[in-house]
């Protein structure tokens, strides 16, 4: 299955995709402003290019596991972007990922590319154990 992940901010949304058989992520870049029209229209335009079949948003929990701000924000933006897709927009627990990713000095992909990235190859592995 692929598998698009988004590594949402108001301001820049990282955006990472999956091989098609659901095993390497790579990252693909960033939308400004995804929630706006425009960076939602940006982002569906993306799902059917690249023939997602599912999205993956990194859920920004604090470290206890609870949902601030950040995280009700993140929620509202995935309602509206599942009524624009036609596929199913699911959240994924992101805590780290920007850590991580800028310790993935590898790449050249801007630095929210590649903590969707980093999102993607987590919830890849996660979800190839829990099946």
Do not use: C
Not at 20 to 32: C, F, H, N, Q, W
Not at 83 to 108: G, I
């Amino acid at each position: 299955m692929k598998v698009l992940a988004l590594d949402y901010g108001r301001a820049r949304t990282g955006v990472a995709v999956s091989d098609p058989t659901g095993t390497i992520a790579r990252p693909l870049g960033v939308v400004e402003r995804a929630a706006s029209d425009n960076g939602l229209a940006e982002l569906t335009e993306l799902i059917r290019t690249h023939e997602a079949e599912r999205v993956v948003v990194g859920m920004p929990l604090t470290l206890r596991g609870a949902r601030g701000e950040q995280a009700r924000e993140t929620e509202a933006f995935m309602a509206a972007l599942a009524d624009a897709a036609a596929v199913p927009v699911v959240p994924f627990d992101e805590r780290f990922t920007t850590n991580l990713a800028e310790q993935m000095t590898e790449s050249t992909a801007p630095e929210d590319a590649r903590a969707a990235a980093h999102l993607l190859t987590t919830y890849l592995a996660w979800s190839s154990a829990e099946a």
